[in-house]
């Protein structure tokens, strides 16, 4: 298979335009639906999407040319990330405004950064260190930003300690997940099968979350709404589907981890973009400012 850094940079782009409209989609449901059903209905429907996939294109069932510890690695990468991440995501979400989401996760670099330092060896240079910086000043300012009363305030608050505990969770999912794409090489189906295997854990503890709420059962009752049903079907196609196994392969083709950081970035510009279109979330100066502050400190990372 080809495996180049044009296809990497190409798919990151395509799942960082897709993922952003999965976000706006998920965001208009998320005052209906539990943010907890929402992550476990988007894995388990994302899995059907794979295992049509995976039938239509006669791909393997199981990929056999891993390591036990490489399968070890893919479980405890889904349960962090399609798991534990994404559901502390999409409570989130259901907190704070899709555009705040979208500046607050140009902090994953930096955290891609740190946990690559401990974890992958990864030397941080002075000029990687200034950018963190610089993004984390990019954050307070989305977070201090002026709200109309009291109570939104703290609400946006706790949406934003979510936020970054999602991104905190997600980022060390994918990092211990980078030597198994490594070791599976240009191989897109290979690279497929573990971002459909990825998402088996994920479906597992995204209900055992979701059950772990008070009046679970009354809760499904509201999936009654066939205008919710499409919408979370549509979501999970965009975004759990085709922008998650767009961003698998991008970050499997792409050498440097922090270009494909910076390029996954980009879903900031076209979040913030939908938000306002079609959920009508008003573009203040703060979040042009915060924005382009943030897209500065991850270019400087990564240069």
Known sequence: ??????????????????WSIAVVTFKS???????????????????????IL?????????????SIRGYYIIIIS???????GDSLFVYSLSKIKANQVAII???????????????????????????SVIVIIAILFVTYENRIDNNQKQTDKRGVVFQILATFVSCLGIVILKPVLNKVGGS???QLWITAFRLIPGVVI???????????LQLLLRLKNKIIIKKMIFGTFVGTFLALSFWIVGYANIEEPPIASIIGQSAVIFITIFSSIF?????????????????????????
Do not use: H, R
């Open 279 to 303: 959920l009508k979330e008003k573009i203040t100066k703060t979040k042009i400012g915060s924005i382009i502050l943030a897209i500065i400190g991850v270019i400087i990372i990564v240069t």
């Open 29 to 51: 449901v998320s005052k209906n639906l539990s943010p907890f059903l929402i992550n476990s209905l988007k894995n388990t429907i994302a899995l059907f999407f794979f295992c």
């Open 188 to 190: 897109i189906e290979a």
């Open 54 to 66: 995976f039938y239509f294109f006669e791909f393997s069932f199981w990929y056999s040319d891993l």
């Open 78 to 84: 889904g349960i962090l990330g399609m798991g534990i």
């Open 206 to 216: 995204a209900w055992v979350i979701f059950l772990c709420q008070k009046d679970s």
């Open 105 to 131: 996760d140009t902090f994953a670099p930096v955290m891609n950064y740190i946990l690559s330092f401990f974890i992958l060896g990864t030397i941080l240079s002075s000029y990687q260190t200034f950018g």
């Open 1 to 18: 298979m080809i495996s180049s850094p044009f296809m990497g940079y190409l798919a990151m782009l395509i799942a960082a335009f897709l």
